[in-house]
């Protein structure tokens, strides 16, 4: 099984500012297979970015994504109020797992 | 409207049993792989289980084989999970969500549906 071990746990910034969220898979994984979630309190959780680096749709364009192999990134680049949630990464190629999560709050 | 709805939750004793439904509407349900993802109080997201759009492949967590299934019915657009044997570490929001054709993630989650494992 694919473990996939995202850091920091918690980022504390302020609106305004750029998050940068890692996953490290402890085997490479496809880009195809990397996918990117929002989850908010009492809420369901959202795809922001699949195949590592492609927007879902309604997705804005200060989220993106990058990596390959076994370190990938989700970047926001200016945090709006609505952004600050918890950020869950999935690899889906070799069965497939979730990351901890990393929970982006507010400073 | 396009949208994902779970029922069957609830509290259930160690070692019985619980069958979770997920309706499916506004979209062709028979189209889509689906799968069940779940989530213990404050802690992350865990996959259970997935299965084909025709049915033909079915797969499963360690954690959860032999104990779930998976099926759902296209004519019905509804997605099942019967659990047996639930154990107190089964207890988990447990998440109906529709793997989007060719992007290997899913697109489209229901709200969940609560159950409880408890004596």
């Known amino acids: 099984e694919i473990v996939l071990t995202q850091s920091p746990g918690t980022l504390s910034l302020s609106p305004g500012e750029r998050a940068t969220l890692s996953c490290r898979a402890s085997?490479?994984?496809?880009?195809?297979?990397l996918a990117w979630y929002q989850e908010k309190p009492g809420q369901a959780p959202r795809l922001l970015i699949y195949?590592?680096?492609s927007r879902a749709t309604g997705i804005p364009d200060r989220f993106s994504g990058s990596g390959s192999g076994t370190d990938f990134t989700l970047t926001i680049s200016r945090l709006e109020p609505e952004d600050f949630a918890v950020y869950y990464c999935?690899?889906?190629?070799?069965?497939?797992?979730f990351g901890g999560g990393t929970k982006v709050e507010i400073k | 409207q396009v949208q994902l709805v779970e029922s069957g939750g609830g509290v259930v004793q160690p070692g019985r049993s619980l069958r979770l439904s997920c309706a499916a509407s506004?979209?062709?349900?028979?189209?889509?792989?689906m799968h069940w993802v779940r989530q213990a109080p404050g802690k992350g997201l865990e996959w259970v289980a997935a299965?084909?759009?025709?049915?033909?492949?079915?797969f499963y967590a360690d954690s959860v084989k032999g104990r779930f299934t998976i099926s759902r019915d296209n004519s019905e657009n509804t997605l099942y999970l019967q659990m047996n044997s639930l154990r107190p570490e089964d207890t988990a929001v447990y998440y109906c969500?529709?793997?989007?054709?060719?992007?290997?993630?899913?697109?489209?989650w229901g709200q969940g549906t609560m159950v409880t494992v408890s004596a």
């Open positions: 969500s529709r793997e989007a054709r060719g992007l290997n993630a899913f697109d489209l």
């Open positions: 506004g979209f062709t349900f028979s189209s889509y792989a």
């Open positions: 299965i084909s759009y025709d049915v033909s492949k079915k």
């Open positions: 085997q490479s994984v496809s880009s195809s297979y």
């Open positions: 195949g590592a680096s």
């Open positions: 999935q690899q889906y190629g070799s069965s497939l797992t």
